[in-house]
């Protein structure tokens, strides 16, 4: 059996699944047009819950890529100092933060791609079901029951498969922004970790010796300062002393 | 999947099927981008020699060609007992 034949088959069980039939045709039309309504609600929430999603990590990239060139100045001030092992460090952070970020706008844009194709599914579905709801009206007014019947499979089977594609692609883009947002999450976290804001809590090893090459730098200096003004104060006495 | 309905002549459909029959065979032997280029050859045909029919068109399609971008993974997922369509209905 082909691939095409077997895809049939599971959107036919799918169908078969939603579709009760009852006695009365005109029940079955009733009921199942509700049924494709509510369908059709939760298309609409689906495609909504994709587009936030997205939305939420083109913002999160965004601010990654305004934090990036911390990282470029973390190197700088370790180079400064001498410390081009924790420069290294820091430029090697900010080249794999770059790459995933790369490889995530790429994701983003075939997020788009897919969330397009969905509206036209989703206003696909919509004519659809609207289709459907005055064919009842004619279904119930001109047929026999057996004859409603069949019809009334046919409709429902042709809607049916729009809703399984529509719903299939709903599930495959939210399952893509759950990795997308993890991956996003793992080189936020990782940039966070690296960026030289706090000084005093919670800092990585790069932070804390940074911040040990910056405060003995100021020892440093403060000696160098204080060995100055006590050779210049030894010498004001030392011509004092002549003078007397 | 995801694309709409279209209507293929008997020739259209010979052929078809024969690269529904090499995908098929793609798919047992796990190859994923001999997969992908039949799927899309696919969505080629189709959508060349295919006629589309109006969005109000209620009709059942008689085959459905899986999504040409999905992965080995998930066509294989899709075509299990259980599927990969999800639950939308209450």
Not at chain 1, 218 to 238: F, H, I, N, T
Not at chain 2, 19 to 35: F, I, W
Not at chain 2, 67 to 85: A, F, N, Q, R, Y
Request: a negative charge; charged letters at 35%.
């Amino acid at each position: 059996m082909g691939l095409m034949s077997r895809t049939s088959n599971v959107v036919k069980a799918w169908i078969s699944k939603l579709l009760d039939r009852a006695e009365d045709p005109a029940v079955t039309l009733d009921y199942s047009y509700e049924r494709q309504r509510d369908m059709l609600q939760k298309v609409k929430k689906g495609i909504a819950d994709v587009v936030t999603a997205k939305k939420r990590l083109e913002l999160q990239t965004q601010k990654l890529e305004v934090e990036m060139p911390k990282l470029d100045e973390q190197a700088r001030q370790a180079l400064s100092a001498g410390r081009e092992d924790l420069a290294r460090a820091a430029l090697e952070r900010k080249a794999f933060a770059q790459q995933q970020l790369q490889g995530l706008d790429q994701q983003i844009a075939d997020l788009q791609a897919q969330q397009d194709k969905l509206a036209e599914s989703e206003k696909r579905l919509a004519v659809k079901v609207e289709a459907f709801r005055s064919q009842k009206e004619t279904i119930k007014a001109q047929y026999s029951a057996a004859e409603a019947q069949v019809r009334i499979g046919e409709a429902a089977t042709g809607i049916g498969e729009e809703m399984a594609d529509t719903g299939l692609a709903i599930e495959r883009a939210r399952d893509k922004t759950e990795q997308m947002q993890a991956r996003a999450a793992a080189v936020d976290e990782l940039v966070d970790s690296g960026t030289l804001e706090d000084y005093t809590s919670s800092g990585t090893e790069l932070d804390r010796e940074l911040a040990q090459i910056s405060a003995s730098q100021q020892v440093d200096s403060d000696l160098e300062r204080l060995k100055g003004e006590v050779a210049a104060g030894g010498k004001q006495k030392e011509l004092e002393g002549e003078k007397k | 999947m995801g694309e709409g309905q279209y209507r293929l002549s008997d020739e259209a459909v010979k052929h078809l099927n024969e690269l529904d029959d090499q995908a098929h065979a793609a798919v047992e032997a796990e190859d994923e981008s001999q997969l992908d280029t039949l799927l899309d050859d696919m969505w080629a045909l189709v959508r060349q020699e295919g006629e589309q029919l109006p969005d109000d068109d209620l009709s059942a399609s008689d085959a459905v060609i899986p999504p040409s971008d999905m992965t080995l993974e998930e066509t294989k997922k899709l075509l299990s007992p259980e599927g990969l369509i999800p639950d939308l209905g209450g």
